[in-house]
């Protein structure tokens, strides 16, 4: 922690299941027991809401193990976001919800051990961390998909251009005094 910090929270790591991960977005993993939205010929498909205010843009992405700590989160107001691990590495993903009228506070910001075969969909104003932290590795690889317009909006901001309109932030550092620390998982629970 460093010297500005008033307090870090230690954020224990539960692995995600479809119950509780529901309320932020949807697991998505090989179906299991769930007929196929589509099949013709040589071909199953199933469906994923994926929802987008603009064209969508598929990315990819390389976090680094820089350690656990954070205190910025993001949520996205017109699309839902979907990663997918490339090459087997587990992760954790922190993620949270605004407490009814009011913005997200410390107390709603959860973290999710995921499985190194299996992605997530985050559903709109779903507040996430911007990193992902790889478990057992010193990097993850994902696919990305997101839309054009929330993308270049992030990228101008980041260039020093103007306040993104479809993207908030929150750096818990500034609003209150505090940073995160992602405890490892608990494998036990498994």
């Known amino acids: ?28 993993r090989r179906p299991e027991n769930t007929a196929a939205s589509l099949a013709s010929g040589a071909v199953e498909s199933w469906r994923l809401p994926f929802e987008s205010g603009s064209a969508p843009e598929i990315m990819f992405n390389r976090y680094h193990d820089k350690g ?37 506070t ?24 911007l990193a992902r932290f790889p478990v057992g590795a010193d990097y993850i690889d994902l696919a990305f998909i997101t839309d054009r317009d929330t993308q ?4 101008g901001h ?7 309109q479809q993207t908030d932030f929150i750096d818990f550092q500034k609003t209150h005094q505090t940073d995160f620390l992602v405890s490892d998982p608990d494998f036990t629970t498994r």
């Not at 008033?6 to 995600?16: R, S």
């Open 158 to 164: 980041l260039a020093g251009g103007a306040k993104p």
């Open 106 to 129: 410390p107390q709603d910001v959860k973290a999710f051990y995921i499985e190194g075969n299996h992605g997530v969909l985050l559903w709109k104003n779903v507040w996430h961390s």
């Open 1 to 28: 922690m460093d010297a500005i910090s008033a307090k870090q929270i230690v954020l224990p790591c539960q692995t995600a299941d479809d119950a509780s991960f529901a309320p932020y977005g949807r697991i998505v």
């Open 152 to 155: 270049s909006e992030i990228e």
């Open 68 to 104: 656990r700590n954070f205190s910025v989160m993001e949520r996205h107001l017109q699309v839902t976001q979907c990663f997918f691990p490339l090459g087997g590495v587990p992760y954790i993903m922190v993620v949270g919800l605004d407490s009814g009228d009011q913005s997200i």
